[in-house]
T-cell receptor
Framework: DAKTTQPNSMESNEEEPVHLPCNHSTISGTDYIHWYRQLPSQGPEYVIHGLTSNVNNRMASLAIAEDRKSSTLILHRATLRDAAVYYCILRGGYNTDKLIFGTGTRLQVFP | DAMVIQNPRYQVTQFGKPVTLSCSQTLNHNVMYWYQQKSSQAPKLLFHYYDKDFNNEADTPDNFQSRRPNTSFCFLDIRSPGLGDAAMYLC????????????FGPGTRLTVT
């Protein structure tokens, strides 16, 4: 399985942008980059995914490096509700149906 | 509007007493998953179904079994729960393919006494 590396924790102040990095140097050409987050006491929820191009949705933006060996999840204005563990996951190849979670980044947001 | 429903939300069982956790979905997705999440750890995939095709992870203990009688329902059976099986059990669904997201239920927290 292609691996991802994320910082264990990050901090932000409310209403500031947050950039959550993810390294995936062994990514293959067919791997999609998925981001999920897990709020306290809840199941994970989908945030965004992409293959090669940068992606935007109502929750976040995903910036993918040109060589695809890293990506960054961008929360444009952090709120207290964004405090969660954020997981960067590669999905593809024979793992088409699977999500294999890494350790993720715990984001703390301060008022 | 509930999409992935897990019952019960909290389950207490005794050491060695079989327990069944249930999951249902209203999304008509063909893939269903069971994850185990222990305290302060990431979710760990136990197995998944693509339609009725069962796919077990290599390191999933034999103590864990699953049934999927139809598209909407999936069950997790723990035949002889041990203290180490206390965890949150998460059900998820997805359409097949790398570009599709998984939808997770709220989880069932299992306590083993």
């Amino acid at each position: 399985d292609a691996k991802t590396t994320q910082p264990n924790s990050m901090e932000s102040n409310e209403e500031e942008p947050v950039h959550l990095p993810c390294n995936h140097s062994t990514i293959s050409g067919t791997d999609y980059i998925h981001w999920y987050r897990q709020l306290p006491s809840q199941g994970p929820e989908y945030v965004i995914h992409g293959l090669t191009s940068n992606v935007n949705n109502r929750m976040a933006s995903l910036a993918i490096a040109e060589d695809r060996k890293s990506s960054t999840l961008i929360l444009h204005r952090a709120t207290l509700r964004d405090a969660a563990v954020y997981y960067c996951i590669l999905r593809g190849g024979y793992n088409t149906d699977k999500l294999i979670f890494g350790t993720g980044t715990r984001l703390q947001v301060f008022p | 509007d509930a999409m992935v429903i897990q019952n019960p939300r909290y389950q207490v069982t005794q050491f060695g007493k079989p327990v069944t956790l249930s999951c249902s979905q209203t999304l008509n997705h063909n893939v269903m998953y069971w994850y185990q999440q222990k305290s302060s750890q990431a979710p760990k995939l136990l197995f998944h179904y693509y339609d009725k095709d069962f796919n077990n992870e290599a390191d999933t203990p034999d103590n864990f079994q699953s049934r999927r009688p139809n598209t909407s329902f999936c069950f997790l059976d723990i035949r002889s729960p041990g203290l180490g099986d206390a965890a949150m059990y998460l059900c998820a669904t997805s359409r097949r393919g790398t570009g599709y997201e998984q939808y997770f239920g709220p989880g069932t927290r299992l306590t083993v006494t």
